[in-house]
C-alpha cells in the first residue's frame, strides 16, 4: 500500500491483501487500516519522494535495536556512570558512518522545501 500510486490504487492493495491468505490470517490489520482511512489518504497526498522518505525512515527504530544489543549483553553495570559511558560510546559509533545521505533524501528535502517553504529555511538544506 505505501508504495500505490494514489489514495484509490491503496484501496485496492487493501482490498487485495483482505482476500488473500494473510487478510483472513490477520483481519484486525485490515479493521484498523479501514478505521483509520480518513488520516491513511493524507499520506498520498504527498509527492511521492516524501512518502518514501517517510515510510523507510527508521533510524530511531535502528538506534534502538543497536543499543539493546549492546546493553543485553552486559548482565548490570557497577554505575550509572559506566552506563552512561558505554551507551555514549556505543552512540559515537553507531553514528560514525552517518556521513552518507539516503539517496531518496535529497529529493525529499527539495519537495519539502517546496510544500513548506515557510516552515523551510536554509540552515535545514545543510542537514
Known sequence: MYTAASAEAAAQALDE?????????YPTVTAFWRRA???VILF???PPAVRRAV???NAIECIHSQLRKIIKTREHFPSDDVA?????????NIT?????????????MN??????????????AGR
Request: glycine share 4%; hydrophobic share 50%; no cysteine.
Open 17 to 25: 491483501f483482505e482476500r488473500s491468505a494473510w487478510g483472513q490470517k
Open 37 to 39: 482511512w480518513d488520516r
Open 44 to 46: 498520498f497526498a504527498l
Open 55 to 57: 515510510y523507510i525512515t
Open 84 to 92: 552512561t559511558k558505554l551507551i555514549w560510546l556505543a552512540l559515537r
Open 96 to 108: 560514525a558512518d552517518w556521513g552518507r545521505v539516503a539517496k531518496e533524501w535529497r529529493e525529499a
Open 111 to 124: 519537495q519539502f522545501a517546496i510544500l513548506y517553504e515557510e516552515r523551510f529555511t536554509d540552515a535545514h
